[in-house]
């Protein structure tokens, strides 16, 4: 993996952190209902369970490009379409606004079960890796190292983007306007666009 590809997929996965979604929704309610502690819980359940899909969709690239050949281009095709697809559907999406008014008492664990079991459960996750990851490394090529490497731009990518809205919204007890979230969705879905066209035109 090179730095070049680092780089960018640091920056890709920055960008698309910060799509208004259910894991900010849920880590952003939480922060501004129980506290930042509880964001900041929240946030390492959403991690555990990226890094779960994460490695499921490298290691099973992997296994599809030793096993499958040529038939392995067709995945990153289907990947590329995928991901232009939610593009679209991010340029369509309406912004919502939450208003929080006052911190209500709740556990620990229960903040990291929130965000691992909402990661866990949306199942999308793992297509989206699949399509994702094949426009920034060597599936075929793919090492033990490059695997901890990408675990580690996630979790200082989406964990710092997570944390940002958690302390937003324990300071300010509101998530973002919906203007504010209008622009991400915008800046997000072109991300995600021009993925998936780069990963059409390189398979």
């Avoid at 910060?18 to 209902?33: D, E, K, N, Y």
């Avoid at 991010?90 to 229960?110: A, G, Q, T, Y």
């Avoid at 983007?161 to 937003?168: I, P």
Wanted: proline share 1%.
């Amino acid at each position: 993996m090179t730095f070049n590809s680092m780089v960018a997929l640091f920056i890709a996965m920055l960008i698309l952190a910060a799509i208004p979604s259910v894991s900010v929704l849920t880590v952003s309610t939480r922060s501004a209902t129980s506290g930042f502690i509880h964001g900041i819980f929240t946030t390492i359940g959403i991690l555990v369970g990226d890094i779960f899909f994460i490695i499921i969709a490298i290691w099973g690239l992997s296994f599809l490009a030793e096993t499958m050949g040529s038939l392995f281009v067709l995945s990153k095709y289907l990947g590329g379409v995928y991901l232009i697809l939610l593009g679209i559907g991010l340029f369509r999406s309406k912004p919502r606004n939450l208003e929080i008014e006052e911190l209500v008492k709740s556990s620990l664990v229960s903040s990291f079960l929130a965000g691992l079991l909402i990661t866990l459960g949306d199942q999308k996750a793992t297509l989206f890796y699949l399509g994702f990851f094949p426009a920034f490394i060597d599936i075929a090529k793919i090492s033990f190292f490059d695997t901890i490497i990408i675990i580690a731009i996630t979790i200082v990518a989406v964990g710092g983007v997570k944390l940002a809205y958690a302390f937003m919204a324990d300071r300010a007890r509101l998530l973002i306007s919906s203007q504010i979230t209008k622009k991400i969705n915008t800046v997000a879905a072109c991300v995600m666009i021009m993925v998936g066209l780069f990963l059409l035109f390189k398979a």
